[in-house]
């Protein structure tokens, strides 16, 4: 059996079934929490894709693998995960992803970060998805789906990657009123202490980072009034900024590091 493991095995199953049939799924939307593994499993099936040996897995022997593993594989096309998507990335993508694969027998396409496609480039998205280009599987990602147009949504397979949500419970609900401090109301001096109280603690640090999470979440979808505050772009943006810290926790920066710098950020 290949080997993407996911939280919730049927979706792994899902993807390795189809590399030991060959039969793919075109377009996917792989959705959950950023840090939950998308890009890595996009990556692991992108290989196992292109490789040359059908054993569930990379080989890491063949040409594809070796291409694949320098970041040099010309039909592992990447874009995304660098901020805004903007419409010259998504024509450059469609245009290659209508050529024939020049090394593997498909063309693996990784949308990191797909929400933030502007409009004009999800339009672009969406016709490619309506004219699907041969033997290509294009892999979206996005912690929500709810993040992207529903016409892009219905067109693509949905692979769950499950979210690790904070539930306000009544021994918690401090950390909420103060996530909402920080976005809001507080003094600069009183959102440094925060970052101190917050980072004594690597899981209070995560805590706090998912509580900001939900409440940005929450206000695009127009559930708090956090919005009356923000603008969508700003609370994207604010969104990018929680990833990221999550991002440097996770490569051992100090919680008191990330959250003076997630408030610095902030403005
Ligand atoms: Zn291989």
């Known amino acids: 059996m290949g080997n993407i493991k996911l939280q919730d095995k049927r979706q792994g199953t899902y993807l390795n079934q189809q590399i030991q049939s060959g039969d793919f799924t075109s377009f996917m939307l792989f959705v959950g929490q ?84 502007t409009e004009e480039s999800a339009n672009a998205m969406l016709k490619v998805l309506e004219e699907p280009p041969e033997n290509c599987i ?42 909402v401090n920080i976005l809001k109301k507080s003094q600069f001096y009183e959102k440094m202490a925060m970052a101190q109280k917050y980072s004594k603690e690597k899981p209070l640090t995560v805590d706090f980072l998912n509580a900001l999470e939900g409440i940005l979440r929450e206000a695009i979808l127009g559930e708090n009034d956090l919005n009356s505050d923000y603008s969508e772009r700003k609370i994207i943006s604010v969104l990018e900024l929680v990833e990221k810290s999550r991002e440097y926790l996770k490569n051992n920066l100090s919680g008191k590091f990330v959250l003076e710098n997630l408030i610095i950020n902030l403005g």
């Open 34 to 117: 950023t840090g939950i593994g998308k890009m890595d499993s996009a990556l692991e099936f992108a290989a196992s894709v292109l490789c040359d040996n059908v054993s569930g897995e990379p080989c890491q022997m063949c040409s594809n693998c070796k291409l694949v593993v320098s970041g040099n594989h010309p039909d592992l096309l990447q874009v995304g995960g660098e901020g805004t998507i903007k419409i010259a990335s998504i024509r450059e993508l469609q245009k290659s992803l209508y050529l024939k694969p020049y090394q593997a027998k498909h063309k693996v396409a990784i949308i990191r970060d797909s929400h933030l496609m």
């Open 138 to 179: 294009i892999i979206l990602t996005s912690p929500d789906k709810k993040l992207l147009p529903g016409t892009v949504v219905s067109r693509s397979q949905i692979v769950n990657f499950g979210t690790v949500i904070l539930q306000k419970t009544e021994d918690n609900e401090e950390i909420f009123v103060d996530a």
